[in-house]
Protein backbone atom coordinates (compact mmCIF):
# COMPACT_ATOMS: atom_id res chain seq x y z
CA UNK A 1 0.00 0.00 0.00
CA UNK A 2 0.69 3.41 -0.92
CA UNK A 3 1.70 5.99 1.95
CA UNK A 4 1.13 9.40 1.91
CA UNK A 5 1.34 11.70 4.68
CA UNK A 6 -1.97 14.47 5.72
CA UNK A 7 0.15 17.42 5.17
CA UNK A 8 0.40 16.64 1.24
CA UNK A 9 -3.39 16.26 1.33
CA UNK A 10 -3.88 19.50 2.83
CA UNK A 11 -1.42 21.09 0.61
CA UNK A 12 -2.88 20.08 -2.35
CA UNK A 13 -6.16 20.38 -1.49
CA UNK A 14 -6.25 24.02 -0.05
CA UNK A 15 -4.96 24.75 -3.96
CA UNK A 16 -7.85 23.11 -5.24
CA UNK A 17 -10.40 25.06 -2.88
CA UNK A 18 -8.48 28.35 -3.40
CA UNK A 19 -9.02 27.97 -7.41
CA UNK A 20 -12.40 28.16 -7.06
CA UNK A 21 -13.18 30.10 -3.48
CA UNK A 22 -11.77 33.47 -3.66
CA UNK A 23 -12.51 34.00 0.16
CA UNK A 24 -10.06 31.58 1.25
CA UNK A 25 -6.76 32.93 2.37
CA UNK A 26 -3.72 31.04 3.06
CA UNK A 27 -0.87 32.12 5.58
CA UNK A 28 2.28 30.67 7.48
CA UNK A 29 5.12 31.57 9.50
CA UNK A 30 7.79 30.59 6.95
CA UNK A 31 6.76 26.79 6.87
CA UNK A 32 4.87 27.25 4.15
CA UNK A 33 6.92 24.63 2.00
CA UNK A 34 6.88 22.35 4.50
CA UNK A 35 2.73 22.77 4.40
CA UNK A 36 3.08 21.71 0.77
CA UNK A 37 1.88 25.63 -0.21
CA UNK A 38 4.10 26.15 -2.73
CA UNK A 39 2.08 26.45 -5.74
CA UNK A 40 -0.43 28.25 -3.84
CA UNK A 41 2.45 30.89 -2.67
CA UNK A 42 3.36 31.05 -7.03
CA UNK A 43 -0.49 31.43 -8.16
CA UNK A 44 -2.26 33.47 -5.72
CA UNK A 45 0.36 35.64 -4.28
CA UNK A 46 -2.19 37.76 -2.80
CA UNK A 47 -4.35 35.66 -0.93
CA UNK A 48 -1.06 34.09 0.25
CA UNK A 49 0.96 35.81 3.41
CA UNK A 50 4.11 34.53 4.71
CA UNK A 51 4.51 36.68 8.08
CA UNK A 52 8.10 35.30 8.76
CA UNK A 53 8.66 33.47 12.07
CA UNK A 54 6.26 35.08 14.02
CA UNK A 55 3.28 32.46 15.07
CA UNK A 56 1.73 34.86 17.55
CA UNK A 57 1.19 37.39 14.36
CA UNK A 58 -0.32 35.07 12.47
CA UNK A 59 -2.75 34.11 14.49
CA UNK A 60 -3.64 37.83 15.16
CA UNK A 61 -3.14 38.79 11.64
CA UNK A 62 -5.30 35.81 10.74
CA UNK A 63 -8.36 36.97 12.67
CA UNK A 64 -8.08 40.41 11.16
CA UNK A 65 -8.95 39.02 7.66
CA UNK A 66 -11.70 37.00 9.26
CA UNK A 67 -13.01 39.68 10.00
CA UNK A 68 -12.22 41.61 6.58
CA UNK A 69 -14.76 38.31 5.10
CA UNK A 70 -12.06 36.27 4.12
CA UNK A 71 -11.75 32.36 5.55
CA UNK A 72 -8.20 32.64 6.32
CA UNK A 73 -6.32 29.07 7.02
CA UNK A 74 -2.78 29.74 9.07
CA UNK A 75 -0.57 26.86 9.24
CA UNK A 76 2.71 26.14 11.23
CA UNK A 77 3.86 23.14 12.93
CA UNK A 78 1.89 22.44 15.74
CA UNK A 79 4.75 22.33 18.04
CA UNK A 80 5.56 25.96 17.68
CA UNK A 81 1.84 27.18 17.76
CA UNK A 82 2.21 27.43 21.19
CA UNK A 83 3.17 31.13 21.51
CA UNK A 84 0.44 31.54 19.05
CA UNK A 85 -2.16 30.50 21.93
CA UNK A 86 -2.45 33.74 23.52
CA UNK A 87 -4.24 35.27 20.01
CA UNK A 88 -5.95 32.06 19.57
CA UNK A 89 -7.36 32.78 22.55
CA UNK A 90 -8.52 35.83 22.53
CA UNK A 91 -8.56 37.10 18.89
CA UNK A 92 -9.58 33.50 17.31
CA UNK A 93 -11.73 31.86 19.83
CA UNK A 94 -13.18 34.63 22.13
CA UNK A 95 -13.91 36.92 18.87
CA UNK A 96 -15.66 33.28 17.67
CA UNK A 97 -13.93 33.75 13.61
CA UNK A 98 -13.74 31.60 11.31
CA UNK A 99 -10.13 31.13 11.02
CA UNK A 100 -8.49 27.50 10.48
CA UNK A 101 -5.33 26.76 12.54
CA UNK A 102 -3.56 24.27 10.84
CA UNK A 103 -0.86 22.70 12.87
CA UNK A 104 1.60 19.96 11.06
CA UNK A 105 4.40 18.00 12.02
CA UNK A 106 1.80 16.60 14.90
CA UNK A 107 2.82 14.58 17.89
CA UNK A 108 6.24 12.91 17.01
CA UNK A 109 5.89 12.68 13.56
CA UNK A 110 8.62 15.22 12.79
CA UNK A 111 10.53 12.09 14.55
CA UNK A 112 14.78 12.87 13.62
CA UNK A 113 13.84 16.13 14.75
CA UNK A 114 13.79 14.99 18.07
CA UNK A 115 11.73 16.38 21.38
CA UNK A 116 11.80 20.11 20.73
CA UNK A 117 10.09 19.54 17.50
CA UNK A 118 7.46 17.10 18.56
CA UNK A 119 3.83 18.54 19.10
CA UNK A 120 2.67 16.85 22.67
CA UNK A 121 0.18 19.19 23.91
CA UNK A 122 -1.41 21.15 21.24
CA UNK A 123 -4.73 19.41 21.42
CA UNK A 124 -5.00 19.45 25.15
CA UNK A 125 -5.06 23.37 24.96
CA UNK A 126 -7.07 23.71 22.21
CA UNK A 127 -9.29 21.50 23.43
CA UNK A 128 -9.60 23.83 26.71
CA UNK A 129 -10.87 26.65 24.22
CA UNK A 130 -14.73 27.73 23.96
CA UNK A 131 -15.91 27.84 20.30
CA UNK A 132 -13.00 25.96 18.86
CA UNK A 133 -13.32 22.63 16.79
CA UNK A 134 -10.86 20.18 16.66
CA UNK A 135 -10.37 17.85 13.43
CA UNK A 136 -7.20 15.45 13.76
CA UNK A 137 -8.21 13.37 9.89
CA UNK A 138 -6.65 9.64 9.95
CA UNK A 139 -5.12 9.98 6.72
CA UNK A 140 -4.60 11.72 3.23
CA UNK A 141 -8.15 10.82 1.86
CA UNK A 142 -10.10 11.54 4.56
CA UNK A 143 -7.96 14.76 5.12
CA UNK A 144 -8.73 15.83 1.98
CA UNK A 145 -12.53 15.90 2.92
CA UNK A 146 -12.01 17.10 6.20
CA UNK A 147 -10.39 20.47 5.15
CA UNK A 148 -13.44 20.95 2.48
CA UNK A 149 -15.78 20.63 5.74
CA UNK A 150 -13.62 22.74 7.49
CA UNK A 151 -13.74 26.15 4.95
CA UNK A 152 -17.73 25.41 5.43
CA UNK A 153 -17.71 25.38 9.27
CA UNK A 154 -18.28 28.26 11.29
CA UNK A 155 -16.04 29.54 13.74
CA UNK A 156 -12.34 28.64 14.72
CA UNK A 157 -11.07 25.52 13.93
CA UNK A 158 -7.82 23.34 14.65
CA UNK A 159 -6.45 21.38 11.97
CA UNK A 160 -3.95 18.54 12.90
CA UNK A 161 -1.93 17.13 10.40
CA UNK A 162 1.53 14.91 10.55
CA UNK A 163 4.53 15.10 8.24
CA UNK A 164 5.26 10.96 8.51
CA UNK A 165 3.44 9.34 5.25
CA UNK A 166 1.25 6.57 6.61
CA UNK A 167 -1.44 3.61 5.74
CA UNK A 168 -4.65 4.80 3.77
CA UNK A 169 -7.51 3.65 5.75
CA UNK A 170 -10.54 5.61 4.92
CA UNK A 171 -11.81 5.56 1.10
CA UNK A 172 -12.13 7.95 -0.88
CA UNK A 173 -15.67 8.15 -0.94
CA UNK A 174 -16.56 7.88 2.65
CA UNK A 175 -18.66 10.75 3.80
CA UNK A 176 -17.07 13.06 6.19
CA UNK A 177 -19.03 15.12 8.91
CA UNK A 178 -17.32 17.12 11.35
CA UNK A 179 -18.31 15.68 15.02
CA UNK A 180 -18.56 12.18 13.38
CA UNK A 181 -16.77 8.87 14.60
CA UNK A 182 -16.24 6.35 12.42
CA UNK A 183 -16.74 2.76 13.19
CA UNK A 184 -13.63 0.69 11.17
CA UNK A 185 -14.67 -2.77 12.34
CA UNK A 186 -17.66 -3.56 14.31
CA UNK A 187 -16.35 -6.17 17.41
CA UNK A 188 -17.58 -7.47 20.61
CA UNK A 189 -14.81 -7.55 23.08
CA UNK A 190 -13.14 -4.40 23.41
CA UNK A 191 -12.76 -0.70 21.82
CA UNK A 192 -10.21 0.29 20.05
CA UNK A 193 -10.09 4.04 19.87
CA UNK A 194 -7.74 5.81 17.80
CA UNK A 195 -7.16 9.37 16.13
CA UNK A 196 -5.12 10.54 12.97
CA UNK A 197 -2.45 7.94 11.83
CA UNK A 198 -2.80 6.05 14.99
CA UNK A 199 -6.35 4.69 13.34
CA UNK A 200 -4.19 2.71 11.20
CA UNK A 201 -1.88 1.22 14.04
CA UNK A 202 -5.76 -0.03 15.63
CA UNK A 203 -5.90 -1.88 12.74
CA UNK A 204 -2.96 -3.70 12.35
CA UNK A 205 -3.26 -4.68 16.40
CA UNK A 206 -7.03 -5.74 15.20
CA UNK A 207 -5.85 -8.20 13.20
CA UNK A 208 -3.23 -9.29 15.58
CA UNK A 209 -5.75 -9.57 18.44
CA UNK A 210 -8.19 -12.25 16.62
CA UNK A 211 -5.04 -14.48 16.75
CA UNK A 212 -6.45 -14.85 20.09
CA UNK A 213 -9.63 -14.88 19.49
CA UNK A 214 -10.06 -11.28 20.92
CA UNK A 215 -12.55 -9.23 18.50
CA UNK A 216 -12.16 -5.62 18.82
CA UNK A 217 -14.11 -2.93 17.59
CA UNK A 218 -12.27 0.12 15.60
CA UNK A 219 -13.51 3.41 16.16
CA UNK A 220 -11.89 6.41 14.64
CA UNK A 221 -12.26 9.88 15.91
CA UNK A 222 -11.36 12.61 13.35
CA UNK A 223 -12.95 15.36 14.95
CA UNK A 224 -12.07 15.46 18.97
CA UNK A 225 -13.95 18.67 19.77
CA UNK A 226 -16.93 18.09 19.42
CA UNK A 227 -16.23 14.37 20.84
CA UNK A 228 -18.69 12.01 19.26
CA UNK A 229 -20.13 10.80 22.87
CA UNK A 230 -23.17 8.30 21.56
CA UNK A 231 -20.28 6.41 19.14
CA UNK A 232 -17.92 5.98 22.06
CA UNK A 233 -20.50 5.26 24.80
CA UNK A 234 -22.56 2.52 22.37
CA UNK A 235 -19.45 1.27 21.59
CA UNK A 236 -18.09 1.32 25.34
CA UNK A 237 -21.02 -0.25 26.60
CA UNK A 238 -21.05 -3.52 24.16
CA UNK A 239 -17.75 -4.02 25.19
CA UNK A 240 -17.35 -2.98 28.40
CA UNK A 241 -13.64 -1.97 27.63
CA UNK A 242 -11.81 0.90 25.97
CA UNK A 243 -8.05 1.72 24.89
CA UNK A 244 -7.71 5.19 23.38
CA UNK A 245 -4.07 5.82 21.04
CA UNK A 246 -3.02 9.03 20.25
CA UNK A 247 0.16 10.56 19.19
CA UNK A 248 0.25 13.02 21.67
CA UNK A 249 0.53 13.20 25.79
CA UNK A 250 -1.22 10.93 27.67
CA UNK A 251 -3.02 14.67 29.49
CA UNK A 252 -5.29 16.39 28.01
CA UNK A 253 -6.08 14.80 24.52
CA UNK A 254 -8.39 12.13 23.00
CA UNK A 255 -7.94 9.55 26.25
CA UNK A 256 -8.49 12.33 28.46
CA UNK A 257 -11.90 13.48 26.61
CA UNK A 258 -12.96 9.41 26.41
CA UNK A 259 -12.28 9.28 30.03
CA UNK A 260 -14.58 12.30 30.88
CA UNK A 261 -17.30 10.49 29.31
CA UNK A 262 -17.01 6.98 30.54
CA UNK A 263 -16.65 8.25 33.72
CA UNK A 264 -19.49 10.67 33.60
CA UNK A 265 -21.60 7.80 32.29
CA UNK A 266 -20.53 4.86 34.55
CA UNK A 267 -19.03 3.03 31.93
CA UNK A 268 -16.68 0.51 30.91
CA UNK A 269 -12.88 0.18 31.86
CA UNK A 270 -10.24 2.75 30.08
CA UNK A 271 -6.64 2.33 29.93
CA UNK A 272 -4.80 5.48 27.68
CA UNK A 273 -2.00 5.13 25.29
CA UNK A 274 -0.13 8.28 24.78
CA UNK A 275 2.98 9.90 25.35
CA UNK A 276 4.07 10.41 29.53
CA UNK A 277 7.45 11.90 28.61
CA UNK A 278 9.57 14.04 25.78
CA UNK A 279 10.23 12.87 22.37
CA UNK A 280 13.73 11.70 21.56
CA UNK A 281 15.22 11.80 17.69
CA UNK A 282 15.25 8.09 15.78
CA UNK A 283 13.12 6.70 12.59
CA UNK A 284 8.98 7.28 13.08
CA UNK A 285 8.85 3.43 13.23
CA UNK A 286 11.28 3.04 16.15
CA UNK A 287 10.17 6.02 18.42
CA UNK A 288 6.61 5.28 18.36
CA UNK A 289 6.96 1.98 18.99
CA UNK A 290 9.73 3.15 21.94
CA UNK A 291 7.29 5.34 23.24
CA UNK A 292 4.21 3.13 23.56
CA UNK A 293 1.93 4.63 20.87
CA UNK A 294 1.95 1.55 17.79
CA UNK A 295 0.15 -1.41 17.13
CA UNK A 296 2.22 -3.47 19.41
CA UNK A 297 1.20 -1.23 22.56
CA UNK A 298 -2.25 -1.31 21.64
CA UNK A 299 -2.43 -5.47 21.50
CA UNK A 300 -0.54 -5.34 24.37
CA UNK A 301 -2.88 -2.71 26.55
CA UNK A 302 -5.91 -5.16 24.89
CA UNK A 303 -5.11 -8.64 25.79
CA UNK A 304 -4.30 -6.97 29.49
CA UNK A 305 -7.77 -5.56 29.95
CA UNK A 306 -9.29 -8.25 28.40
CA UNK A 307 -7.69 -10.95 30.93
CA UNK A 308 -8.80 -8.02 34.04
CA UNK A 309 -5.11 -7.20 34.98
CA UNK B 1 -23.58 59.09 8.04
CA UNK B 2 -21.17 59.66 6.27
CA UNK B 3 -22.16 63.33 5.19
CA UNK B 4 -23.11 63.70 8.68
CA UNK B 5 -19.71 63.13 10.30
CA UNK B 6 -17.69 64.91 7.82
CA UNK B 7 -20.44 68.15 8.33
CA UNK B 8 -19.89 67.41 12.16
CA UNK B 9 -16.10 67.38 12.23
CA UNK B 10 -16.17 71.21 10.04
CA UNK B 11 -18.51 72.92 12.56
CA UNK B 12 -16.13 71.05 15.43
CA UNK B 13 -13.55 73.39 16.81
CA UNK B 14 -10.88 72.55 19.77
CA UNK B 15 -13.21 74.07 21.84
CA UNK B 16 -15.99 71.78 21.37
CA UNK B 17 -13.99 68.83 21.15
CA UNK B 18 -12.06 69.82 24.08
CA UNK B 19 -15.83 70.24 25.88
CA UNK B 20 -17.01 66.72 24.29
CA UNK B 21 -13.50 65.42 25.72
CA UNK B 22 -14.39 66.51 29.42
CA UNK B 23 -18.09 65.09 29.60
CA UNK B 24 -16.60 61.52 28.19
CA UNK B 25 -14.20 61.68 30.87
CA UNK B 26 -16.83 62.86 33.36
CA UNK B 27 -19.20 59.59 32.11
CA UNK B 28 -16.20 57.00 32.43
CA UNK B 29 -15.32 58.35 36.02
CA UNK B 30 -18.50 57.92 37.47
CA UNK B 31 -18.62 54.45 35.85
CA UNK B 32 -15.43 53.69 37.60
CA UNK B 33 -16.33 55.05 40.38
CA UNK B 34 -19.78 53.06 40.79
CA UNK B 35 -18.26 49.51 39.93
CA UNK B 36 -15.73 50.38 42.40
CA UNK B 37 -12.60 49.45 39.90
CA UNK B 38 -11.27 49.95 36.87
CA UNK B 39 -8.26 51.96 34.79
CA UNK B 40 -8.41 55.66 34.93
CA UNK B 41 -4.83 56.31 33.96
CA UNK B 42 -5.39 55.24 30.46
CA UNK B 43 -9.15 55.82 30.39
CA UNK B 44 -7.99 59.47 30.24
CA UNK B 45 -4.64 59.57 28.61
CA UNK B 46 -6.29 58.17 25.67
CA UNK B 47 -9.73 60.11 26.01
CA UNK B 48 -8.83 63.10 23.79
CA UNK B 49 -7.32 60.94 20.81
CA UNK B 50 -10.46 59.38 20.83
CA UNK B 51 -12.67 61.79 21.03
CA UNK B 52 -10.98 63.37 17.89
CA UNK B 53 -10.94 60.05 16.26
CA UNK B 54 -14.72 59.84 16.76
CA UNK B 55 -16.19 63.46 16.49
CA UNK B 56 -13.47 65.16 14.80
CA UNK B 57 -14.61 63.74 11.25
CA UNK B 58 -11.44 60.79 11.04
CA UNK B 59 -13.71 57.64 11.52
CA UNK B 60 -16.03 56.75 8.92
CA UNK B 61 -19.00 54.85 10.90
CA UNK B 62 -22.32 54.51 11.58
CA UNK B 63 -23.95 53.92 14.59
CA UNK B 64 -27.23 52.42 13.28
CA UNK B 65 -25.40 50.32 11.22
CA UNK B 66 -22.63 48.54 13.53
CA UNK B 67 -21.73 46.00 10.78
CA UNK B 68 -21.98 48.62 7.68
CA UNK B 69 -19.62 46.90 5.40
CA UNK B 70 -17.44 50.33 4.65
CA UNK B 71 -16.82 51.43 7.83
CA UNK B 72 -13.69 52.48 8.74
CA UNK B 73 -12.35 49.87 12.18
CA UNK B 74 -10.98 51.47 15.20
CA UNK B 75 -9.53 48.76 17.61
CA UNK B 76 -8.49 49.21 21.02
CA UNK B 77 -5.54 46.88 21.50
CA UNK B 78 -4.72 48.75 25.34
CA UNK B 79 -7.99 47.10 26.21
CA UNK B 80 -7.66 48.23 30.03
CA UNK B 81 -8.98 51.77 28.60
CA UNK B 82 -12.69 50.15 27.69
CA UNK B 83 -14.38 52.81 29.55
CA UNK B 84 -12.86 55.71 27.00
CA UNK B 85 -14.30 53.30 24.17
CA UNK B 86 -17.75 52.79 25.56
CA UNK B 87 -18.12 56.36 26.80
CA UNK B 88 -16.62 57.64 22.90
CA UNK B 89 -19.44 54.35 22.02
CA UNK B 90 -22.24 55.43 23.90
CA UNK B 91 -21.74 59.18 22.95
CA UNK B 92 -21.79 58.27 19.36
CA UNK B 93 -25.07 56.77 19.51
CA UNK B 94 -24.22 52.88 19.68
CA UNK B 95 -25.89 52.66 22.90
CA UNK B 96 -27.32 53.95 25.74
CA UNK B 97 -25.16 55.98 28.30
CA UNK B 98 -26.99 53.93 31.25
CA UNK B 99 -24.78 50.98 29.85
CA UNK B 100 -21.88 52.39 31.66
CA UNK B 101 -24.02 52.70 34.91
CA UNK B 102 -23.58 48.68 34.46
CA UNK B 103 -19.58 48.71 33.54
CA UNK B 104 -17.91 45.31 35.12
CA UNK B 105 -20.97 43.85 36.55
CA UNK B 106 -22.44 40.53 36.08
CA UNK B 107 -23.98 40.33 32.37
CA UNK B 108 -22.90 43.84 31.48
CA UNK B 109 -22.22 44.85 27.89
CA UNK B 110 -19.31 46.60 29.75
CA UNK B 111 -17.37 44.59 30.56
CA UNK B 112 -13.90 44.85 32.11
CA UNK B 113 -12.30 44.80 28.70
CA UNK B 114 -13.90 44.95 25.82
CA UNK B 115 -15.67 41.94 24.77
CA UNK B 116 -16.78 41.33 20.94
CA UNK B 117 -20.00 40.97 20.48
CA UNK B 118 -20.71 42.36 24.14
CA UNK B 119 -21.88 45.95 22.58
CA UNK B 120 -22.38 46.87 19.00
CA UNK B 121 -19.25 49.21 18.25
CA UNK B 122 -16.66 47.43 19.89
CA UNK B 123 -14.66 45.09 16.94
CA UNK B 124 -12.67 42.82 18.96
CA UNK B 125 -12.02 41.05 22.62
CA UNK B 126 -9.15 42.90 24.03
CA UNK B 127 -6.83 43.01 27.47
CA UNK B 128 -4.17 40.63 26.31
CA UNK B 129 -1.19 43.27 25.40
CA UNK B 130 0.41 42.98 22.10
CA UNK B 131 -2.49 41.86 19.88
CA UNK B 132 -4.53 44.63 18.15
CA UNK B 133 -2.29 45.52 15.82
CA UNK B 134 -1.84 42.03 14.19
CA UNK B 135 -5.65 41.96 13.81
CA UNK B 136 -5.19 45.50 12.22
CA UNK B 137 -2.73 44.17 9.86
CA UNK B 138 -4.96 41.43 8.60
CA UNK B 139 -8.20 44.16 8.75
CA UNK B 140 -6.07 46.38 6.68
CA UNK B 141 -4.33 43.36 3.88
CA UNK B 142 -8.18 42.64 3.81
CA UNK B 143 -9.08 46.52 2.58
CA UNK B 144 -6.06 46.52 0.79
CA UNK B 145 -7.37 43.70 -1.07
CA UNK B 146 -11.02 44.35 -1.64
CA UNK B 147 -9.77 48.49 -3.08
CA UNK B 148 -12.63 49.19 -0.13
CA UNK B 149 -10.94 52.42 0.99
CA UNK B 150 -11.48 51.55 4.45
CA UNK B 151 -8.83 52.51 6.75
CA UNK B 152 -7.90 50.81 10.22
CA UNK B 153 -6.98 52.30 13.51
CA UNK B 154 -5.30 50.85 16.42
CA UNK B 155 -5.20 52.74 19.76
CA UNK B 156 -1.95 50.76 21.54
CA UNK B 157 -0.13 51.69 24.53
CA UNK B 158 3.52 52.46 25.52
CA UNK B 159 3.67 49.50 27.65
CA UNK B 160 2.66 47.37 25.26
CA UNK B 161 5.52 48.06 23.18
CA UNK B 162 7.23 45.76 25.24
CA UNK B 163 5.59 42.79 24.48
CA UNK B 164 7.47 40.98 21.59
CA UNK B 165 4.38 39.78 19.06
CA UNK B 166 4.29 43.71 18.79
CA UNK B 167 7.60 43.72 17.05
CA UNK B 168 6.10 40.81 14.83
CA UNK B 169 3.32 43.04 13.46
CA UNK B 170 5.32 46.31 13.09
CA UNK B 171 8.04 44.39 11.03
CA UNK B 172 5.11 43.01 9.10
CA UNK B 173 3.08 46.14 8.16
CA UNK B 174 5.45 47.53 5.73
CA UNK B 175 6.14 44.56 3.27
CA UNK B 176 2.35 44.59 2.76
CA UNK B 177 2.52 48.56 2.00
CA UNK B 178 -0.34 48.74 4.55
CA UNK B 179 -1.28 52.87 3.64
CA UNK B 180 -4.84 52.13 5.29
CA UNK B 181 -3.39 51.22 8.90
CA UNK B 182 -2.66 53.81 11.31
CA UNK B 183 -1.76 53.35 14.96
CA UNK B 184 -1.89 55.52 17.97
CA UNK B 185 0.54 55.05 20.54
CA UNK B 186 -0.85 56.23 23.80
CA UNK B 187 2.42 57.60 25.10
CA UNK B 188 1.26 58.59 28.85
CA UNK B 189 5.14 57.26 30.18
CA UNK B 190 3.79 54.96 32.66
CA UNK B 191 2.99 51.38 33.22
CA UNK B 192 1.57 49.58 36.24
CA UNK B 193 5.17 48.95 37.96
CA UNK B 194 6.12 52.52 37.58
CA UNK B 195 7.42 55.12 35.08
CA UNK B 196 8.32 53.12 31.47
CA UNK B 197 11.76 54.81 31.40
CA UNK B 198 12.38 52.65 34.44
CA UNK B 199 10.82 49.57 33.64
CA UNK B 200 12.02 49.67 30.05
CA UNK B 201 14.55 52.18 29.59
CA UNK B 202 15.53 51.17 26.11
CA UNK B 203 11.77 51.88 24.70
CA UNK B 204 13.09 54.87 23.61
CA UNK B 205 13.85 56.72 20.86
CA UNK B 206 10.69 54.90 20.06
CA UNK B 207 9.87 56.94 16.64
CA UNK B 208 13.18 56.22 15.49
CA UNK B 209 11.86 52.28 16.01
CA UNK B 210 9.13 52.39 14.15
CA UNK B 211 10.82 54.69 11.16
CA UNK B 212 13.98 51.72 11.02
CA UNK B 213 11.09 49.46 10.51
CA UNK B 214 10.07 51.61 7.32
CA UNK B 215 7.02 53.21 9.22
CA UNK B 216 6.35 57.13 8.64
CA UNK B 217 5.93 58.73 11.98
CA UNK B 218 4.45 61.47 13.74
CA UNK B 219 4.79 62.85 17.19
CA UNK B 220 2.42 65.06 18.97
CA UNK B 221 0.39 66.00 21.49
CA UNK B 222 -1.99 63.98 22.73
CA UNK B 223 -4.15 66.20 24.44
CA UNK B 224 -3.92 69.30 22.08
CA UNK B 225 -7.00 69.16 19.41
CA UNK B 226 -4.86 71.41 16.94
CA UNK B 227 -1.99 68.66 16.69
CA UNK B 228 -4.49 65.55 16.80
CA UNK B 229 -6.42 66.49 13.84
CA UNK B 230 -3.99 68.08 11.42
CA UNK B 231 -1.85 64.39 12.10
CA UNK B 232 -5.07 62.06 11.42
CA UNK B 233 -5.98 64.19 8.42
CA UNK B 234 -3.06 64.84 6.37
CA UNK B 235 -2.62 62.65 3.58
CA UNK B 236 -0.81 59.08 4.55
CA UNK B 237 2.26 58.65 2.89
CA UNK B 238 1.95 56.13 0.16
CA UNK B 239 2.91 52.64 0.52
CA UNK B 240 3.51 52.80 4.49
CA UNK B 241 1.65 52.12 7.64
CA UNK B 242 1.39 55.41 9.98
CA UNK B 243 2.39 55.25 13.83
CA UNK B 244 1.11 58.51 15.57
CA UNK B 245 2.93 58.54 18.76
CA UNK B 246 0.72 60.89 20.96
CA UNK B 247 2.41 61.99 23.92
CA UNK B 248 -0.26 61.89 27.21
CA UNK B 249 -0.53 61.99 30.84
CA UNK B 250 -1.52 59.56 32.52
CA UNK B 251 -5.18 60.11 34.24
CA UNK B 252 -4.97 63.01 32.11
CA UNK B 253 -7.32 66.12 34.21
CA UNK B 254 -7.71 64.80 37.54
CA UNK B 255 -4.92 66.43 39.76
CA UNK B 256 -4.59 63.24 41.91
CA UNK B 257 -3.93 60.80 38.95
CA UNK B 258 -2.04 62.74 37.01
CA UNK B 259 1.72 60.99 36.62
CA UNK B 260 0.53 59.36 39.56
CA UNK B 261 2.29 55.80 39.78
CA UNK B 262 -0.37 54.29 41.33
CA UNK B 263 -3.35 55.25 38.94
CA UNK B 264 -3.11 52.44 36.42
CA UNK B 265 -6.10 51.36 38.33
CA UNK B 266 -8.09 51.10 41.29
CA UNK B 267 -10.91 52.03 43.25
CA UNK B 268 -12.04 55.70 43.64
CA UNK B 269 -13.28 56.69 46.94
CA UNK B 270 -16.34 59.15 47.57
CA UNK B 271 -14.16 62.27 48.32
CA UNK B 272 -11.45 61.43 45.37
CA UNK B 273 -14.70 61.44 43.26
CA UNK B 274 -16.19 65.00 44.44
CA UNK B 275 -12.39 66.21 44.04
CA UNK B 276 -11.92 64.68 40.22
CA UNK B 277 -15.38 65.63 39.78
CA UNK B 278 -14.04 69.55 40.50
CA UNK B 279 -10.99 69.13 38.35
CA UNK B 280 -12.77 67.66 34.91
CA UNK B 281 -14.80 70.69 35.06
CA UNK B 282 -12.70 73.39 35.69
Not at chain 1, 13 to 28: C, G, H, N, Q, S
Not at chain 1, 181 to 194: H, M, P, Q
Request: aromatic share 6%; hydrophobic share 40%; charged share 25%.
Amino acid sequence: MELLSTRQAFGETLYEIMKKDERVFALTADLGESLKMGKIMEEFPERFLDTGVAEANMAGVAAGLALGSFVPVAGSFAVFLTRAFDHIRLQICQNNLHVIIVGSHGGVSNAPDGGSAHALEDIAYMRALPNMTILNPSDYNETKKALAAAIEYPGPVYFRLYREPTAQIVSSDAEFIIGKANVLKEGKDISLVASGPQAAEAIVAAEDLIKDGIDAEILALPTIKPLDEKTILTSARKTGRVVTLEDHSINGGLGSAVAEVLAENNVGRLYRLGLRQFGESGNYQDLIKKVGIDSGAISRAARDLVKGR
Amino acid sequence: MIKKQMSMSQANNSQELTQIARELRLLALRAMYQCGSGHPGSTFSTMDVLTALYFGGILKYDPAQPDWQERDYFLLSNGHAAPALYAVLAKAGYFAETELDKLRQLGAGAQGHPHRGALPGVEISSGSLGQGLSVGIGLARAAQLKKSGQKIYVMQSDGEQEEGSTWEAVMLAPKLGLDNLITIIDKNGMQIDGATKQVMPSLDPLADKYRAFGWAVKEIDGHNFDEIIPAFKEVQEEGKPLVIIANTVRGKGVSFMENSPSWHAGKITDEQYEQAKKDLMK
